[in-house]
């Protein structure tokens, strides 16, 4: 049982260059989630999928795209990259329990550069 | 909108000092909320959780009390070790949103 696995663990991109992030998890949960990770913010979410065939915007969507494969897959693309995108970068999964959201578990992260 | 405020670090102690980590929020409806702790490289772990007013969540000598009355969720342990040293984060999960939202996080360091 891995729980939630992300890669690449790191990336260094130009700016203006694409790339996806990958995420999957095996606990069947039904939500998932990206989150970004910068210095003295917290976490702050990107996307989220709620179930499988939905996905909404998060607090700071701009610049990203995501695809919710199937239960299991969640990606995240950034299709030209930017400077202000360097960051770390966390998948997250969930599911409800007595109709509430329960904790979240996370993957490893991405650490990625945009020169 | 829901917010979560915490003591900025990083936090310096002494081996088997105690530790206090502040945590307030603001939230609509009955949030719960989370402790959770990143070591370094590593991704978030939960450490603890409070669903409802007064609950307590404990765990590897941490706990935290979900307190209404004052919007607070402070972290606290009696005896910190060299192996606590991690960034802490308090969260809290608001259905309406199906999100978490997190404080900026704490760096506690523990020297030997």
């Known amino acids: 049982n891995a729980g939630v696995t992300q890669t690449p663990k790191f990336q260094v991109l130009k700016t203006g260059q694409s790339m996806t992030l990958q995420c999957a998890q095996d606990?069947?949960?039904?939500?998932m989630y990206w989150y970004r990770q910068d210095p003295g913010m917290g976490l702050r979410l990107i996307y989220y999928?709620?179930?499988?065939?939905?996905?909404d915007k998060g607090e700071v969507p701009n610049g990203y795209n995501v695809s919710r494969l199937n239960k299991r897959e969640f990606s995240l693309r950034l299709e030209s990259a930017a400077p202000s995108q360097t960051s770390v970068y966390f998948c997250?999964?969930?599911?409800?329990?007595?109709?509430?959201?329960?904790?979240?578990?996370f993957g490893p992260g991405t650490r990625l550069t945009v020169l | 909108g829901n917010s979560v405020t915490q003591m900025e670090g990083p936090v310096t102690l002494s081996e088997e000092a105690f530790l206090t980590i502040n945590c307030t929020y603001t939230?609509?409806?009955?949030?719960?909320l989370f402790w959770y702790v990143q070591y370094p490289g590593e991704g978030l772990q939960l450490l603890l959780k409070?669903?409802?007013?007064?609950d307590k969540g404990s765990n590897k000598g941490f706990e935290a009390t979900y307190r209404k009355e004052t919007t607070s969720f402070h972290l606290e342990k009696g005896s910190v070790q060299v192996s606590d040293s991690a960034v802490y984060f308090c969260?809290?999960?608001?259905?309406?949103?199906?999100?978490?939202?997190f404080g900026s996080g704490t760096r506690l360091q523990v020297q030997p």
């Open positions: 997250a999964s969930t599911d409800k329990v007595m109709g509430a959201y329960n904790e979240q578990f």
């Open positions: 939230a609509t409806g009955y949030p719960s």
């Open positions: 409070a669903t409802k007013a007064d």
């Open positions: 606990m069947n949960h039904n939500s």
């Open positions: 969260a809290l999960s608001n259905t309406g949103r199906r999100a978490l939202t």
């Open positions: 999928s709620a179930s499988e065939g939905t996905t």
